[in-house]
């Protein structure tokens, strides 16, 4: 039987969940198609494609994932606070905005707003949790 390994097409159902059992992505959901991506090419995160590596067709594996393995510890160096006149009027508190980083655009979460500053978080949303994932293969080429 065909195992997964470096270099394979994968097609894969998945659920992921925090610890305390909340989903926060799921194939599963209604229109959604299983995740296609080949191993090995850095499209998945590093703990996702090592809980594959060795699967075959029909399998269903739970694996924990660890931050360095996923999107990383939370960056305190990901914080800052800009001048208000530099994001919209209507701005508001928990509001996503796409900003421009010294590396290309980057996405950051509103987190204060004060007379003069708006302070922000760049740092990925899942940056610093434990993911747990339930996998079923369902395609090897």
Excluded: C
């Excluded at 097409?9 to 799921?26: M, P």
């Excluded at 850095?42 to 924990?64: D, Y």
């Amino acid at each position: 039987m065909k195992k997964i390994e470096i270099g394979s097409q994968v097609s894969v159902h998945y659920t992921g969940t925090f610890e305390d059992g909340t989903i926060f992505d799921s194939s599963l959901s209604e229109g959604r198609e299983p995740l296609n991506a080949k191993i090995g090419e850095g499209a998945l995160i590093k703990g996702f494609e090592n809980g594959l590596l060795g699967m075959t067709i029909g399998e269903i594996k739970t694996i924990h994932i660890e931050p360095s393995e996923a999107y990383g510890e939370i960056r305190p160096e990901f914080f800052g606070k800009l001048p208000k006149t530099q994001f919209p009027q209507d701005v508001k508190v928990g509001e996503l905005l796409q900003g421009q980083g010294p590396e290309g655009p980057i996405n950051i979460k509103v987190i204060n707003i004060d007379e003069e500053f708006v302070s922000f978080d760049a740092n990925h949303p899942l940056a610093g949790k434990k993911l747990i994932f339930e996998l079923k293969v369902v395609g090897i080429l």
